[in-house]
């Protein structure tokens, strides 16, 4: 059992894992006993998002707080609007970022809790040019982040 968490906005670490993609860390698994971990995504638009990938352990959640978030689940694309919500179970390949002509801000939970801060400190740091994007390749196991190919998903974000 964790002790309750408040996270004051003003203390809150944000990385950045590209221009106009930003991650506030809110609470990792250290701090709510394996739990649960969350933080926040604030996307602008344009922004490709994240590459597609899953997890082995843990079911992530999306909730869109404002904006339209484009979500790869499997092969399928949907858009999430404000107040939508969405689970992705473990081991389902999916990718996620601002839908076209739209920002998105949105809160992003795992569970049970999965040590993310210093894969997005990492991510920050490759964005930074202080660390090697192979790194990112290199800790999948570590952060049980696995990428993979998805024709769909490169082709709507235009690449």
Same mark, same amino acid.
């Given at each position: 059992?964790?002790?309750?968490?408040?996270?004051?906005? =003003?203390?809150?670490?944000? $990385?950045?894992? &590209?221009? #106009?993609?930003?991650?506030?860390?809110? /609470? @990792?698994?250290?701090? +709510?006993?394996?739990?649960?971990?969350?933080?926040?995504?604030?996307?602008?638009?344009?922004?490709?998002?994240?590459?597609?990938?899953?997890?082995?352990?843990?079911?992530?959640?999306?909730?869109?707080?404002?904006?339209?978030?484009?979500?790869?689940?499997?092969?399928?694309?949907h858009t999430l609007e404000?107040?939508?919500?969405? =689970?992705?179970?473990?081991? $389902?390949?999916? &990718?996620? #970022?601002?839908?076209?002509?739209?920002? /998105? @801000?949105?809160?992003? +939970?795992?569970?049970?809790?999965?040590?993310?801060?210093?894969?997005?400190?990492?991510?920050?740091?490759?964005?930074?040019?202080?660390?090697?994007?192979?790194?990112?390749?290199?800790?999948?196991?570590?952060?049980?982040?696995?990428?993979?190919?998805?024709?769909?998903?490169?082709?709507?974000r235009g690449q």
């Amino acid at each position: 059992m964790f002790d309750p968490i408040l996270l004051r906005a =003003a203390d809150a670490e944000i $990385v950045s894992d &590209a221009p #106009g993609s930003e991650i506030t860390l809110l /609470a @990792d698994s250290d701090t +709510t006993d394996g739990g649960f971990t969350a933080n926040r995504a604030t996307l602008k638009d344009g922004v490709f998002g994240t590459p597609a990938h899953f997890h082995t352990r843990a079911t992530e959640f999306f909730f869109v707080l404002e904006g339209k978030l484009q979500v790869l689940v499997e092969e399928t694309l949907h858009t999430l609007e404000k107040g939508d919500f969405l =689970a992705v179970p473990p081991k $389902v390949p999916h &990718a996620f #970022g601002p839908a076209a002509g739209s920002d /998105a @801000d949105v809160l992003v +939970t795992f569970t049970p809790g999965m040590a993310r801060f210093d894969y997005y400190r990492l991510l920050d740091r490759v964005a930074r040019g202080e660390a090697d994007p192979s790194e990112i390749a290199a800790s999948s196991k570590q952060y049980d982040n696995h990428y993979v190919d998805s024709p769909v998903w490169r082709a709507a974000r235009g690449q």
